[in-house]
C-alpha cells in the first residue's frame, strides 16, 4: 500500500509529463510494427509475386496477432506492471522483424506478422494507454491522446 501512496504523490507532476514523453517515445519506436507492412505493401507485393489482396494478408495477421496480443497481456499488466511486458514486446518485435526478412513466402512473412509484430505491438500499445492514464487526473484525457498519438 506504501508503494500506490508514493506513486500518489506523483500524479499530475513533472515526473508524470516526464513518463509521458518517454510513453510517446516508445510508442513510437514500439507501434511501427502496426504500420510497417502497409507502407511497404507494393514492395510485399513485387517480392512475392502476389495480387494485392494476397500482399494484404500480412497486415491481417497483424490486426489479428493485434486483438489476441491486447486481450493476452492486459491482465498481467494491471497485476504486475508495465516493465517485462515492454521487454517482451521489444524482443517479439525485433525477433519478427529479422524473421519477416528472411521469410521465404508470403505465408512465413504473414505468421512473423502476426505471432511476433502484432502481439509485440499490442503489448506497446494497450499497456501504455492503461499506464499513463494512472499519472494524470486533471488532463489525463490528453495525457492518453499524447500517449496514442505515438502510434501513428
Known sequence: MATAARAGDYVDSSYSWARL???VLIATIGNVGMWAVVVVL?????EFEVARGDASIPYMFTMAGFAVGTLLIGRYVDRFG???PMALAAAAN?????LAGLAGNIWLFALAQGLLIGIGTAINFAPLMADISHWFARRRGL???AAAS???
Open 143 to 145: 495525457a492518453v491522446a
Open 42 to 46: 507494393p514492395a510485399v507485393q513485387a
Open 150 to 152: 505515438g502510434n501513428y
Open 94 to 98: 525485433g525477433a519478427g522483424f529479422v
Open 21 to 23: 514523453a518517454i510513453s
Open 82 to 84: 508495465i516493465a517485462l
